[in-house]
């Protein structure tokens, strides 16, 4: 993790990342999937230097056709020469494995094309440390000099919406049969989306979905930086003074209003506008100034996730902890200790000083 | 934290709870789940002298009948004047909201009842951190004294597995129409179950389930503490040597056969003979040693979450680290640094050394 250290038995690969090969690319994701040794040093040097690419979101619940639109979202960037990175987080919940396995379907077809590099993760088991590992991969997939890249998660989940956030423009798709506008709030689908669509707009319920769409958005204002997730009790936006800037804005008048949109990915109906109002949302984000605060907010997060799972990893790393761990539990089964006690006992030979 | 600091602000709740107040116990997981001031405090002023009570959990798909099972169960346990706790987890999922709603208001008809306290807690939002302050709600039901904790989940992630393995006895329950076997298998109910009920088995489908429920059993030995999931790439059970006692109950052929039961909660059929199902593997978890094993490796994960939340609260609580988040966000803005180089400096200041 010293910024001057050479990466220990990944040089190849990094000659090959940062030539711009793809096998380069494959490995430095598989390095850092597993977090084998080295990973972070691999990160470290890949993003001193990396260019910052567009990064587009989609989200959405399971159904809901969110793979189609990012297949067709691809092929027509793909006509505009551009080469795509394309991230897609599976939950792959077995009660929803059907509807997740046809989208997927749907994907093959681009998956032959040689100017997309498409990478599939599952988030199971994971608890918010994948969130971590999908991040670092996108950010791998950025600093790998593609022209965009492309974010697909489901939005059921924290550690789903967390990576949508790792996206500049975040695209909420949603159909009739996914349920009300008040469903997409209730499930913080509101405050992730800076545009909304809603595919399979030949289905019936679907005026009635943009119609509620419209008028919920109209009560809210757009996607403020204000809204970054409170962290265990922490506002990371207030602790990195995010909200002035962001209010700066707002007096300006240069809120993003967030449209809804309809498609339909399969017919491709709908699609070119999509992509227009893509474009529209970065020059917003590029001409008001939020891109660079986006941005410094990600950085903090990053920063973020990088300590806590560092602190973890040092902990249970730790022979000393893990002796002060079986010694805890001992004590808890006699009876003269609680996982408290015990717990400051740890955090006492770990920490440099307590709050 | 430390052992023999009074509680602040907490002595009237903490007389309370300790007489058997329900109120106090109320006032207590309030305190808990919100993270008052002193609430580890409290949390080790109960659990050293507190009681270690029987814990059940029913964990299975939305719409299997949970809530309805934990009803009639608990109906049964008030026949024998058992004192009942409930710990419900709500998922609070937009896209199941239907199905639980349903479920809970079949709860309303125990709710009523003085003999039952019933608690419940929505997980949505969390990161990991709530299964923490369930898991510590359990823990306060467990001090107060009740006769039997009843824990109830929608087995649909991994916080809420981990909430289900703060229990003793794990049922894990099913409808035929929730999937096949191949799909609990591949949620993780598996590994989890100490107990299936195929419930609603008057429908068709039911049959087949328990047949294939039996068929994949057989395929596996029981609930093994060798399965305690591994946190952050680290092996709890191994640091705690916990193999060793369970591979020795298996070579004395004191393996735990995972029934498959069947029930209708409606009617009440089946509910009898779950019941003795439960105290047969209370039995065996006394007999066979396992009970000490269970409670071992509990104690273990909850030191960890104490640990692993602590280290959290303090690092992004110090001003110092705040400061050098906002100076790394600065660095990264300007090219000069990564989360990686950020995250180092911060690492520096909080722990005493690194790995």
Redesign the interface.
């Known amino acids: 993790?010293?910024?001057k250290r050479p990466v220990p038995g990944h040089q190849v690969l990094l000659q090959g990342f940062l030539e711009g090969s793809v096998r380069g690319l494959a490995r430095a994701i598989s390095v850092v999937e597993n977090?084998r040794d080295g990973f972070?040093?691999l990160?470290?040097t890949v993003?001193?230097s990396g260019p910052q690419t567009k990064r587009v979101g989609f989200t959405g619940?399971?159904g809901a056709g969110k793979s189609s639109i990012v297949a067709a979202v691809a092929t027509a960037y793909r006509g505009l020469e551009e080469h795509l990175g394309i991230v897609a987080v599976d939950p792959?919940?077995?009660?929803s494995?059907g509807a997740l396995l046809g989208d997927r379907i749907r994907m093959n077809d681009i998956a032959t094309d040689p100017g997309i590099f498409i990478r599939s993760m599952a988030t199971?088991?994971?608890?918010?440390?994948l969130a971590t590992a999908t991040k670092e991969v996108v950010d791998l997939m950025d600093s790998f000099g593609f022209d965009r890249v492309l974010v697909e998660t489901v939005g059921?989940?924290?550690?789903e919406l967390?990576v949508t956030a790792a996206a500049d423009t975040v695209v909420v798709v949603l159909v009739p049969e996914?349920?009300d506008a008040i469903?997409?709030m209730?499930?913080?689908l509101m405050e992730v989306a800076d545009i909304f669509v809603v595919n399979k707009a030949d289905r019936p319920g679907a005026p009635r979905l943009v119609k509620e769409l419209r008028q919920a958005l109209h009560l809210r204002s757009g996607r403020a930086l204000r809204d970054i997730?409170a962290?265990?009790?922490?506002d990371l936006g207030k602790?990195?003074?995010l909200e002035r800037v962001s209010d700066a804005s707002e007096q300006e008048g240069e809120e993003w209003a967030v449209p809804v949109l309809t498609t339909n990915a399969l017919t491709g109906e709908g699609v070119d506008k999509l992509l227009e109002t893509v474009e529209a949302h970065r020059r917003w984000l590029v001409e008001s100034g939020e891109l660079?605060v986006l941005?410094?907010a990600r950085?903090?997060i990053?920063?973020?996730?990088?300590?806590?799972?560092?602190?973890?990893?040092?902990?249970?790393?730790?022979e000393r902890v893990?002796g002060l761990?079986?010694q805890?539990?001992e004590e808890?089964?006699l009876?003269r200790?609680?996982?408290?006690?015990?717990?400051?006992n740890?955090?006492r030979?770990?920490?440099?000083q307590?709050?």
């Open positions: 993790m010293k910024s977090e972070q040093d990160l470290h993003m001193t619940p399971p792959t919940s077995p009660y494995g199971r088991g994971s608890l918010g440390g059921v989940g924290q550690t967390e996914s349920g469903q997409a209730k499930a913080g997730p962290h265990h009790g922490v602790a990195m003074k660079g941005r410094r950085s903090g990053r920063i973020r996730d990088v300590v806590d799972r560092e602190m973890r990893r040092v902990a249970w790393n730790s893990n761990l079986t805890g539990v808890i089964a009876g200790g609680t996982p408290y006690s015990a717990a400051d740890i955090l030979a770990l920490l440099r307590r709050a």
